[in-house]
């Protein structure tokens, strides 16, 4: 299973933010959207073997973590406003410290980083980080962060986790996501 | 300068559409929408060598050119609701045979993929095509599809251009050129 986590640091814990201002009163809901399509669409297809959990730390808080399983999910479309609603259809659930599916094949619970991290051997993707195309064996589980770096608590409790890099510019999380999975589709397919 | 032209089959060419339903009732507006992004998004800035040209084939007729010029563009935020605004207004100008600007850096026409094809030397992103990774030189103008394949008579304009892949497997549009993208960041940095 190949897995990735993205935190948003600003995201919407409740599901009363509207779908028309995803930027806005949701927190940069858009952004985690975007990583939700890189991580589970083919063409015409999803990702069966693909978990994608969305960290949200915004207001009004505590932490939730939302996952969306690429073999489950239903009823989502690549725009940024259908994975929207399943965040927000998820967020509306009552939330507790297990995984609850709120439609099939999206999950929320309570809990942030620090619990996700003790149960999945994430890398950080980082802009510091060893070149993902020439590295031997690459990890299945990977960190992102949004539009904000890693705030200084995150940054401890990823210390001493390999990381790495998609190439040489500054991207998105969701672009990240994408080369990343090509990467993981040429080994897969013996095209290097 | 890079070039990517994404054909909508369905893209609606008035600015009559809801941004609240880019894939209904704009014609999978939101697939062009990503591609925008995927062209033009670094973290935190725009590629200002980068021109993003959209060729709207849908409804009501006849077909138009956006065209989003990286160096020159404004008021464009990632998420796909700020890109279909600003092709929304576009499509609400009046369209002559010269491009038009509409807002700073967003331009339209009339006239679709023939015309187009026939001031640049695009190249086809496509399956079948030989993998971008392994190839001397690359081109520097793109042609993509939307969700659709090419259509008989696009393929007939298109038949003898060079064909380049992405990967083994069948990807969205714009994933494919947030993966093009990195290959070329690749090569002007160094990087391969």
């Not at 949701?26 to 073997?49: I, P, Q």
């Amino acid at each position: 299973m190949k897995r990735f986590a993205i935190v948003g640091h600003l995201a919407a814990t409740a599901g009363t933010f509207s779908l028309n201002d995803l930027p806005g009163s949701a927190g940069r809901m858009d952004v985690l959207c975007r990583c939700v399509n890189a991580a589970l669409f083919l063409s015409h297809d999803l990702r069966a073997d693909v978990e994608c959990y969305l960290v949200l730390c915004g207001e009004p808080g505590p932490e939730k973590t939302v996952l969306f399983v690429g073999g489950e999910v239903r009823y989502l479309s690549p725009d940024e406003r259908s994975s929207a609603s399943l965040i927000k259809k998820a967020l509306a659930l009552p939330c507790g410290d297990a995984f609850r599916e709120s439609t099939p094949g999206v999950y929320v619970r309570r809990g942030g980083l620090a619990r996700l991290l003790d149960e999945h051997p994430f890398a950080v993707l980082a802009e510091d980080g060893g070149d993902i195309r020439h590295e031997e064996a690459l990890p299945e589980a990977y960190l992102l962060s949004d539009h904000r770096n890693f705030s200084d608590e995150e940054c401890e409790l990823i210390a001493g986790r390999s990381r790495h890099s998609v190439g040489p510019k500054s991207l998105h999380a969701d672009h990240a996501i994408t080369i990343l999975q090509n990467e993981l589709d040429r080994r897969e397919h013996g095209w290097r």
